[in-house]
Nanobody
Framework: QVQLVESGGGLVQPGGSLRLSCAASPRIFSMYYMAWYRQTPGRQREFLAGVSTGGTTNYSDSAKGRFTMSRDNTKNTVYLQMNNLKPEDTAVYYC?????????WGQGTQVTVSS
C-alpha cells in the first residue's frame, strides 16, 4: 500500500511562489530516489528535480535557478519550493519514487499560474 501524496498546489499570480510537498512511507522514503515531474496536456511528463537518500540534488534546466528541492527525513517528506512562477509553469506536478525495478507515482497536484 505504498502511496505518495502530493499537496500544496493552487492558483498563484505570475512572480509568486508555491511550495509543494510529497509525503511517503518511512520505508520507501529511506531507500528510494525521490523526484518531481510535471505534465501538461499534449506534452510528455517532464523531469524537474530529484534528490537521493544522501541528499544530493539534481535539477533540469527548467527548474534550475527558480526551483529548489529538499527533503525532511524526520517527516518522510520532500518539497519543491517554486519561486518567480511563470504562466508556462502551469501543469500537474507529480512526485515519483524509484528504487531498482520499483517505481511509484503520486496522483499529482495542480499548479496554475495566471493573473
Amino acid at each position: 500500500q505504498v502511496q505518495l501524496v502530493e499537496s500544496g498546489g493552487g492558483l498563484v499570480q505570475p512572480g509568486g511562489s508555491l511550495r509543494l510537498s510529497c509525503a511517503a512511507s518511512p520505508r520507501i522514503f529511506s531507500m528510494y530516489y525521490m523526484a518531481w515531474y510535471r505534465q501538461t496536456p499534449g506534452r510528455q511528463r517532464e523531469f524537474l528535480a530529484g534528490v537521493s537518500t544522501g541528499g544530493t540534488t539534481n535539477y533540469s534546466d527548467s527548474a534550475k535557478g527558480r526551483f529548489t528541492m529538499s527533503r525532511d527525513n524526520t517527516k518522510n517528506t520532500v518539497y519543491l519550493q517554486m519561486n518567480n512562477l511563470k504562466p508556462e509553469d502551469t501543469a500537474v506536478y507529480y512526485c515519483k519514487a524509484t528504487y531498482a525495478t520499483n517505481t511509484y507515482w503520486g496522483q499529482g497536484t495542480q499548479v496554475t499560474v495566471s493573473s
